[in-house]
């Protein structure tokens, strides 16, 4: 069983749509938890960063953290097409390594 | 601008001729790591430095080395390129460690035949 898993989509919705994205993690242990996003021909960028259960909000963006059944999970309200990108969950182990999920390819059409 | 600076940003070359793909980062970062992006297997970390002199290894580091001499610069070296070998190739740094946000490069697209 990977340490992360995400659905790789991909995942196509109408402008204006909510998404959800999601993500599993196995180990209790991990307390922290990322959202990446990358665009076409480049390198992640943070989108968000979360530490607790519960939501954390950034503009259109809502990171959600349930640690109970270990997931986590990222929605886009009123996506628009330059949110169509790849969106990775990661979450850093106490072993210098940042464990991030398969990622999930995100086209939102005009 | 603060930014990590891979080269090059396209690679051909032949199995077995040696290379090596630079990295620098101007944040002076303690934390450097490099990655390897393949479809359907998500970003694998290749080798990872938490300072000058001190690298480790990641999850899929055979046929690769790195080197930390100064703490802006984290090359990555293919001694004797293969072919499973082809890939894209990430750079990135952190402020402290793997915890901390992660800057990335824009990545080196390396094909070995």
């Known amino acids: 069983q990977k340490e992360v898993e995400q659905d790789p989509g991909p995942l196509s919705v109408p402008e204006g749509a909510i998404v959800s994205l999601n993500c599993t993690y196995s180990n209790s242990a991990f307390q922290y938890f990322m959202w990446y996003r990358q665009y076409s021909r480049k390198g992640p960028e943070l989108l968000m960063y979360t530490y607790s259960s519960g939501n954390k909000e950034d503009g259109r963006f809502t990171a959600q953290v349930d640690k109970s059944s270990k997931y986590i999970s990222l929605f886009i309200r009123d996506s628009q097409p330059s949110d169509s990108a790849t969106y990775l969950c990661?979450?850093?182990?106490?072993?210098?390594?940042?464990?991030f999920g398969q990622g999930t390819t995100l086209q939102v059409k005009p | 601008e603060a930014q990590v600076t891979q080269n090059p940003r396209y690679l051909i070359t032949v199995t077995g001729k040696k290379l090596t793909v630079t990295c620098s980062q101007n944040m002076n970062h303690e934390y450097m790591s490099w990655y390897r992006q393949d479809p359907g297997l998500g970003l694998r970390q290749i080798y990872y430095?938490?300072?000058?002199?001190?690298?480790d290894k990641g999850d899929v580091p055979e046929g690769y080395k790195v080197s930390r001499k100064e703490k802006r610069n984290f090359p990555l070296i293919l001694e004797s390129p293969s072919p499973n070998q082809t890939s894209l190739y990430f750079c990135a740094s952190s402020l402290i460690d793997q915890g901390s946000p992660l800057h990335f490069g824009n990545g080196t697209r390396l094909t070995v035949t």
């Open positions: 430095s938490m300072n000058v002199e001190v690298t």
């Open positions: 990661a979450t850093p182990s106490n072993t210098g390594k940042l464990i």
